[in-house]
């Protein structure tokens, strides 16, 4: 376990890095897009039930993700890219995935193709 230690004004703060990025992964991902031909007839609406922008940083997960902590609403950070939320899942014949959404360009989707990365959440 890594520690920072802070000194502000007459108070010390000592905070586990650990804790912060309690766990991390590498995995396969992919990128989809919000259309009816990838999804559904409401392709703003991931399985978690809950509607999200074409903008929106948004990942779905593999259902081994879900058994590690990586359930609805979860944060995570992809090494590289940026912050995203789990709003959406995979089918079970995936694992160790993520699917990132990429909003309805799918150009985009297509060019980013399959990519090893390293998650934290």
């Not at 590498?26 to 609406?45: E, G, L, S, W």
Request: glycine share 8%.
């Amino acid at each position: 376990m890594r520690t920072a230690i802070f000194l502000t004004g007459s108070c010390l703060l000592v905070w586990s890095i650990q804790s912060a990025l309690a766990r991390s992964l590498t995995v396969t991902a992919t990128a989809y897009n919000a259309t009816r031909a990838q999804t559904d007839k409401n392709p703003h609406i991931g399985a978690c039930n809950e509607p999200f922008e074409p903008g929106q940083n948004v990942i779905a997960v593999s259902p081994d993700l879900e058994k590690k902590g990586l359930t609805c609403g979860t944060k995570v950070r992809v090494q590289g890219y940026g912050d995203f939320v789990v709003w959406d899942k995979m089918d079970d014949k995936w694992t160790r995935r993520i699917d990132i959404h990429m909003g309805k360009k799918v150009g985009k989707a297509e060019k980013w193709g399959e990519k090893k990365v390293r998650i934290y959440w």
